[in-house]
């Protein structure tokens, strides 16, 4: 099996820090000053740091980016569009929340999309976790409701694609010849995560890729034999991804050494303030990162959150959302890939801190290691982009003897 790689763009900042960058920063907990004498720099979300990141992803080989969704997020659907035209081949995994647009303008925005990108739109699809964001927005749905509106959305969006006019009547929308001009080439793949009993039928009826975040391998095995016993009722199959950052470096003292580094910039009162305002999340993937860290002592080591070899937990101590690493040499961190590869794991969506370096560690030092092993595809050539090339040379002018 031949596995998947993609990377992450972080459009509410970047930082060598683990609060200062990235993003679901939980609210509350502010972003510190950098430490005297540090290069713990945030680094502004701007359009040409985002291109750089885009640009470096898609030279190292991965296939994808996802950008994330939220209050605190550059908007996902016009950020990427902005780096279509400063790449070749990457593909951008753009998240967006059901709930705040109608299903056939999601159709028709994604079927545009497709068509300007020459293909390379990836939708995640995320139904909301916390009420208070939702309500930012307009949404005022219960958590279980919000899955049953995803249910219905995806079966609109869809219809939309399938050329000919759609009628739905259900609980949340009501649509009548829902169409798009031209259904979208190839259609986009949805990709969706959810952990709780309201998210697994939805899966099963409709996405291509389930995600989760990085629990230890035999809570991600027993997910995925969920997840799969009901796209079978369902008569279909799905992939499955895994959200997780990554710490690779030359050797292991390295890598724990930068987990080190990581741990020791956090300040005990952000990680208090912050261990609350998580604990008290509707999602139920959200709970279960929390219950990672029970080993966490503000004197410890960062070994104290390796919840299994390799797998540390101390991202989330600050931040919502994935908040497990990979850690180590880039032969260990390729061994804890293959082993969730083994539980039927193809795709993975990696990041660091910051996303720029991070991607070089781990494109230049764990992708060569899984190429050697056969489990990932070599990188294709890349094309200069569009932008890059600037315009067309203008003709010469003529001289008058050739004009005659």
């Known amino acids: 099996m031949t596995l998947r790689f993609h990377w992450f763009l972080p459009t509410t900042g970047d930082s060598r820090a683990l609060i200062g960058g990235g993003h679901s920063i939980p609210r509350g907990v502010g972003r510190p000053e950098p430490r005297p004498g540090t290069a713990d720099r945030v680094r502004p979300p701007d359009i040409d740091y985002l291109a750089q990141i885009a640009r470096s992803a898609e030279q190292l080989g991965f296939e994808a980016v996802l950008t994330p969704t939220g209050t605190w997020c550059e908007d996902a659907w016009l950020v990427t569009a902005a780096l279509v035209r400063e790449t070749s081949r990457l593909k951008f995994l753009v998240a967006f929340?059901?709930?705040?647009?109608?299903?056939?303008?999601?159709?028709?925005?994604?079927?545009?999309?497709?068509?300007?990108?020459?293909?390379?739109?990836?939708?995640?699809?995320?139904?909301g976790g916390e009420s208070a964001e939702q309500r930012r927005f307009g949404d005022h749905l219960s958590h279980a409701e919000r899955y049953a509106r995803t249910d219905e959305f995806l079966s609109i969006v869809r219809g939309a694609w399938s050329g000919e006019p759609f009628d739905f009547k259900g609980a949340y929308y009501h649509v009548e010849g829902a169409t798009v001009a031209r259904p979208p080439e190839p259609l986009p793949e949805l990709y969706f995560g959810g952990s709780s009993r309201p998210a697994g039928p939805v899966a099963a009826r409709h996405v291509d890729v389930y995600l989760t975040w990085g629990e230890p391998p035999d809570q991600v095995a027993k997910k995925i034999e969920w997840i799969r016993g009901l796209a079978a009722e369902q008569g279909r199959e799905l992939r499955f991804g895994i959200r997780l950052h990554t710490?690779?470096?030359?050797?292991?003292?390295?890598?724990?050494?930068?987990?080190?580094?990581?741990?020791?910039?956090?300040?005990?009162?952000h990680i208090e303030q912050a261990q609350r305002a998580l604990a008290a999340s509707e999602s139920v993937g959200q709970r279960r990162m929390v219950r990672l860290h029970e080993r966490y002592r503000a004197t410890g080591s960062p070994r104290d959150l390796e919840i299994h070899p390799g797998l540390w937990a101390g991202v989330?101590?600050?931040?919502?959302?994935?908040?497990?690493?990979?850690?180590?040499?880039?032969?260990?961190?390729?061994?804890?890939?293959?082993?969730?590869?083994?539980?039927?794991?193809?795709?993975?969506?990696?990041?660091?801190?910051?996303?720029?370096?991070?991607?070089?560690?781990?494109?230049?030092?764990?992708?060569?290691?899984?190429?050697?092993?056969?489990?990932?595809?070599?990188?294709?050539?890349?094309?200069?982009?569009?932008?890059?090339?600037?315009?067309?040379?203008?003709?010469?002018?003529?001289s008058a003897q050739a004009v005659g």
Do not use: C
């Open 97 to 127: 929340r059901p709930g705040f647009l109608s299903p056939t303008l999601a159709a028709q925005m994604a079927a545009t999309y497709q068509r300007i990108s020459r293909g390379r739109l990836l939708l995640n699809v995320v139904t």
């Open 247 to 269: 710490i690779s470096r030359d050797t292991s003292e390295a890598a724990w050494a930068e987990a080190a580094r990581l741990l020791d910039g956090l300040d005990p009162a």
């Open 316 to 398: 989330g101590l600050v931040r919502g959302g994935a908040g497990t690493a990979l850690v180590g040499s880039h032969a260990e961190v390729a061994d804890l890939i293959e082993e969730y590869a083994a539980l039927g794991i193809e795709e993975f969506i990696l990041s660091g801190y910051p996303h720029l370096e991070e991607a070089y560690w781990f494109g230049e030092g764990v992708l060569p290691e899984l190429r050697r092993r056969g489990a990932a595809a070599e990188p294709r050539a890349v094309a200069q982009p569009a932008a890059a090339r600037g315009a067309p040379e203008r003709p010469k002018r003529p």
